[in-house]
């Protein structure tokens, strides 16, 4: 294989790799896992039944090879994290009500409540909206698998179980949706700046009324956000159960490794499948706010992935929610140099600014080295066709990327064991 004498040079000699045969058994174990949770669970929101049930079962199995088996519940505000869109449409209605009757002042102040909502709550991810929804309970859960002798590390590989909801957007002329979105948003703050005008200066006539048809007129593309998401998940196959599984493949991997005489020697393996991912990272900040004294103790890594589409597109990320979260330059340019070496294109890059965020950035706060592997293009101009859509379905997913994600992750692993 391509590049397999550079990975062996960086692996104890007496434990054998990952090989291409090995890579394409866990691939196909990984597709009939994951197929099958999603026959039996369909759709898996966070905060509903099957997002739980799917995470019991993961529990389920890990119970059946991991060293130990873990499940940890937290409560997640159900809609709380994308609730800042629909406030920003009824601030907008509102502000032109309050515009036409000349009170600009508190017209700007809604506006600017809107913006300040959607930094807190959107850019930041920090919890402003949640005490206004439904409380519910979600559920982390994980394996681990001890090394054979006294643990140095963790290594943490992980992926999330619950589905994201249908992004109507994606549906319907998903071409216009960076318009539709940021267009939106950007509408508020010309509605935020002609308000102030209007309250602060004296405006002679015709103007007033030109800046409130004009204001008006925004309502035609802010009052489409109100439909923005729907009420029904999707099956989330390659968003992201696929990379829970890989996780859990990866853990009975090497435990079967271990059981062989050839585990690893330091380093301990937590396979983690984060509940609330969609809802704002909900899952890997609860886990990361228990386990913080772990990581103080441990040097702790993260191999994240996520929307594994497409494996021209595979890059690994150097920060995180919106550009904001610093992650670990030197994992993600490892694990890209160990891609590159399997033949696959691959390269590092920041979250771009409005994009959104991966779990990888909860536990990078605590101090935790962290990446995030995607296979697809990231940006809100152009992503991969079935993302957030009812079509995220498995045979979307590349078998080729899964297997290689395999081989990446475990030669990473390797590496970094048996490093003195």
Known sequence: MKGMSYIMKSINPEV?????????????????????????HGARLAGTKPSLDCADD???????FADTAHKEDFHVFRGAFLGWIRLLVFNYAASLVLLWLDLPLYAAILALTSLL??????VFYMPMLDRFYPKRKARNVYGIIEPE??????????????????????????????????????????????SVVLHVVTVPAPG????RIVASAGFLLVGQMWFFAS???????????????????????????????????STRLIFMSFDA???????????????????????????????????????????DINNTVKLSDTLAQELADIAKSLGLPSKTQPLSFLTGGTDAAELAKKGVKATTAIGMPWTN????????????????????????????????????????
């Open 208 to 211: 007033p009324l030109i800046m």
């Open 277 to 319: 991912e969609e809802e704002g990272l909900r899952g890997a900040r609860a886990y990361a706010k228990a386990h913080a004294r772990d990581f103080e103790r441990y040097p702790t890594y993260l191999l994240n992935a996520d929307c594994l589409y497409d494996e021209k597109d595979l890059f690994f990320l150097t920060s």
């Open 117 to 122: 909502v959607l930094l807190i709550q959107f």
């Open 149 to 194: 002798q006294p643990v140095e590390t963790q290594v943490i590989v992980s992926g999330h179980h619950d589905s994201a909801r249908i992004f109507n957007f994606y549906i319907h002329q998903p071409g216009l949706y960076n318009l539709r979105t940021t267009g939106s948003i950007a509408w508020v703050v010309v509605l935020l700046v002609m």
């Open 381 to 420: 101009a152009a992503r991969n066709a079935v993302y957030h859509t009812p079509e995220d379905t498995l045979d979307k997913v590349s078998p080729s990327l899964v297997g290689h994600t395999l081989m990446l992750f475990s030669t990473w692993i390797d590496r970094h064991d048996s490093k003195p």
């Open 16 to 40: 054998t790799p990952m090989n291409q045969t090995e890579s394409n058994r866990l691939q196909e174990a990984v597709f009939n896992q994951t197929q099958a949770l999603i026959d039996k």
């Open 58 to 64: 993961l529990y389920q199995d890990a119970l059946t």
């Open 231 to 265: 009420r029904k998940g999707t099956s989330g196959a390659g968003d992201n159960l696929v990379a829970s599984v890989i996780a859990w493949q990866l853990g009975r991997y090497y435990q079967q490794r271990k059981e062989a005489g050839h585990g690893l020697q």
